[in-house]
């Protein structure tokens, strides 16, 4: 869940835009309206309230909208969510099984509505606020108007043109903080890249059928 959870809002700093404040979302939409598609490795930090780090992770990532996803965990253990934009695949090795869910409704109530392409689910979830750092250095603010959510704010850090890092701040306090590496904008991503194979001899649980 914490890989997925933080997943859902790296997406979210992909593709999120739209009008919930007319200064403040097109400041945002004028740094991501330009971009289809990223790849990148990443640096996954989780700190609880007071701010000690409870774990680490590394791995890669490959996105293109809509909703379609490749997020590998390299270190320290292997995990793998795929999404072809309908189809949610969950692999991890060291359990050996693999979790099939489907990309639905459901995702209008985490941060994956986004980059789903739905303005008025947008609009209707989150507030959109410019923190102004600096020009070099642009920060946004995300506030869910859902209260009940399980996420109390997203913060999307650029460096310069480019999402550099963002920042999922839970309910509880907890946040988790991802860092960006060796991004590169609008690569050819084909849609193979988008699929997964089911390795033999693993468990599969199948939310779809």
């Known amino acids: 869940m914490k890989v997925y959870s933080a997943l859902i809002a790296l997406l979210a700093c992909t593709f999120v835009y739209g009008e919930t404040s007319q200064s403040d979302s097109q400041k945002l939409q004028d740094?991501?309206?330009p971009i289809k598609s990223l790849s990148a490795t990443?640096?996954?930090s989780i700190y609880d309230a007071r701010g000690l780090e409870l774990d680490s992770s590394e791995g890669l990532f490959k996105?293109?909208?809509?909703?379609?996803v490749v997020w590998h965990v390299t270190a320290p253990l292997e995990q793998r969510v795929i999404s072809d934009g309908i189809t949610l695949w969950i692999y991890d090795p060291d359990l050996d099984q693999v979790v099939i869910n489907k990309v639905g409704k459901s995702v209008n109530a985490t941060p994956a509505v986004l980059f789903s392409g739905s303005l008025e689910s947008l609009?209707?979830?989150y507030q959109v606020e410019h923190?102004?750092?600096?020009?070099?250095?642009?920060?946004?603010?995300l506030t869910p108007k859902d209260n009940g959510g399980l996420f109390a704010s997203i913060e999307l850090q650029f460096a310069g043109l480019n999402p550099s890092a963002i920042i999922i701040t839970d309910t509880l306090g907890q946040?988790?903080?991802?860092t960006l590496?060796?991004?590169?904008?609008?690569?050819?991503?084909g849609a193979d890249t988008f699929t997964f194979s089911i390795p033999s001899g693993v468990d599969v649980i199948n939310n779809v059928q």
């Open 31 to 33: 740094l991501l309206g």
């Open 42 to 44: 990443f640096t996954q």
């Open 63 to 68: 996105v293109a909208s809509p909703a379609k």
């Open 123 to 125: 609009e209707a979830s």
């Open 131 to 141: 923190k102004g750092l600096s020009i070099e250095a642009p920060s946004f603010l």
């Open 175 to 178: 946040s988790t903080a991802i």
């Open 181 to 189: 590496d060796d991004l590169l904008v609008n690569p050819v991503l």
